[in-house]
């Protein structure tokens, strides 16, 4: 297996709230490799864009506690470095496309506006450089008359276009490591399709990784090379997607996988995961998914489980087959 861009180890974070401290992430280890598209899958609440706000250090620092580690990024970890340091590496060498683009973008300023600025300090070239490689952004994320769209508001553009804008504007400085934070949560299935085919061919042009993080699996199942599946702030499942999809070893992801709609299927009543989340306000020694599990035993209230070999790059944290 060739050496991971992005390295997670024994990370632990934490928010302070009114109610006390609250438990969002805690990971045993979770990697991603060069040039390939890792889905990061699991309910909401399960720990999955803190994990990329943490390795962009976009947390908020007076609420929010980071511990453990480290997060190593090409060989050096990025909890050590200093804001000065971090602003150099976000958008350069790692970029996010967030969720939803409406709220990205400033409905106050064109899209040329945020789009030139960010080429011209990370580039380090002058405004009208910035702007014939804005053009050029767009282009590569096959937007019709750049010219037109960088001179138009958000509100002008349909809500395909704004998020290729917010890809174009991700990928504009050609980075390593790209977070996808469900980017096509808010399309129909038609533009949705375009937007997953044009993310994994910009991955083969600027020889990127991705992590795409999403809850849907029919998404993952089309577009990842690897799954990871988080429950609770915790890796539990890690392998080859034909791998989680055919072969889960966790109870949670076969019953996420049971879950699914199945085209020709007629059923009375879609399989559900009784309970939800938990909130995590304490340290605990057992599984966090136990209490839903319908194959607990003792053993899952007194033992935390840790990623365990099932097969070649596959790994889960329980014993018991889904």
């Known amino acids: 297996m060739p050496e991971a861009i992005l390295e997670i180890r024994d990370l632990k974070v934490s928010f302070r709230t009114f109610s006390g401290r609250v438990q969002a992430v805690d990971i045993q280890s979770l990697a991603v490799l060069p040039q390939e598209i890792l889905g990061l899958v699991g309910e909401t609440g399960s720990g999955k864009s803190v994990t990329a706000s943490t390795v962009l250090r976009l947390l908020p620092e007076r609420k929010a506690i980071v511990e453990g580690g480290p997060v190593l990024f090409k060989g050096q970890d990025l909890l050590a470095k200093t804001e000065a340091e971090m602003r150099k590496i976000r958008g350069r060498e790692i970029a996010m496309i967030f969720q939803d683009p409406m709220s990205s973008l400033n409905p106050v300023f064109t899209v040329g506006e945020p789009l030139t600025r960010i080429i011209a300090i990370h580039q380090g070239v002058s405004l009208k450089e910035a702007r014939e490689r804005a053009l050029a952004a767009l282009g590569r994320v ?181």
Do not use: W
């Open 142 to 322: 096959r937007l019709p008359n750049p010219d037109k769209i960088l001179g138009s508001y958000p509100h002008e553009l349909s809500g395909g276009m704004r998020q290729r804008v917010m890809i174009g504007m991700a990928l504009s400085s050609n980075p390593d490591l790209l977070f996808a934070d469900e980017p096509t949560t808010a399309l129909d299935v038609t533009i949705q399709a375009q937007i997953l085919r044009l993310i994994d061919d910009l991955r083969h042009e600027i020889k990127a990784s991705i992590v795409f993080i999403t809850h849907n699996l029919g998404v993952i199942a089309k577009v990842s090379d690897r799954v990871a599946v988080m429950y609770a702030g915790n890796v539990i499942e890690v392998g080859p997607t034909r791998d989680i999809f055919h072969r889960p070893a966790h109870p949670y992801t076969g019953l996420l996988l049971k879950a699914i709609p199945r085209l020709g299927e007629t059923r009375d009543k879609l399989p559900v995961i009784e309970g939800a989340v938990p909130v995590i306000r304490r340290p605990e020694t057992g599984c966090y998914f136990h209490p839903r599990c319908p194959r607990r035993d003792d053993a899952c209230r007194e033992a935390r489980p840790v990623l365990a070999p099932i097969g070649p790059g596959h790994y889960a944290a329980c014993g018991k087959p889904a």
